[in-house]
Structure formats: C-alpha cells, structure tokens
C-alpha cells in the first residue's frame, strides 16, 4: 500500500501560518484514523494531532488552542492548519494512519524562523 502524501510546507516567520495537508488513495480513508507527526533530526518522531475513532480530535499539550486538524471526505485529504507558530515548531511533519500504519512518507518541511 502507498504511503500518504504530504505538502504545503514552508518557510515562515514566528507568529505566521501555514496549512499542511495530506492525501490517501484507496478505501482505507473513511476506515481508519489519520495523525500528523513531526520529527527534527536527533529526535524520535512525535505525535501532534490526531482523530479519535470517534470522531474527536486530539493534540499534544505544545499546540494546543495553535494547530487545528480537519478532514475533507471528499478529497481524502486531512490537513494541519498551524497558526501562532514559533521556532520549535520547525520540523518535518508527517502524516499516517493509526490503526494500521503504512510505510513513512517523505513528509514536509515546516520552518519558522525567529
């Protein structure tokens, strides 16, 4: 099975946005769960945000009330929309599912400088 594939990110200022999506093929879309994840080099990848399976969504205590994950059914698309970002949100962010994970993907690179 393919990995998801990720884009839109980029390079911005501390303080700005941007909006990282992530795309699935296949039918396993509506049956399992997405996350975004991100990892700097040196670090073990983490998990951002997350939908529950039932339907809520879930964030790690540094993006909370910044980041907003959603979903468009209709392009099995999910994105990220990262606002207020700060310099330690520079990271490679990635996109999987939970219950039965595929192979990484190359992710995107989300750089904020200071």
């Known amino acids: 099975q393919e990995p998801l594939v990720e884009s839109g990110g980029g390079l911005v200022q501390a303080g700005g946005s941007l909006r990282v999506s992530c795309a699935a093929s296949?039918?396993?879309?509506?049956?399992?769960?997405i996350a975004w994840y991100r990892q700097v080099p040196g670090k073990q990848r983490e998990l951002v945000a997350q939908?529950?399976?039932?339907?809520?969504?879930v964030y790690t205590d540094s993006v909370k009330g910044r980041f907003t994950i959603s979903r468009d059914n209709t392009k099995n698309t999910v994105y990220l929309q990262m606002n207020s970002l700060k310099p330690e949100d520079t990271a490679v962010y990635y996109c999987n599912y939970v219950l039965r994970p595929r192979s990484w993907g190359q992710g995107t690179q989300v750089t904020v400088s200071s």
């Open positions: 296949g039918s396993t879309f509506g049956r399992d769960v």
């Open positions: 939908f529950t399976i039932g339907g809520n969504t």
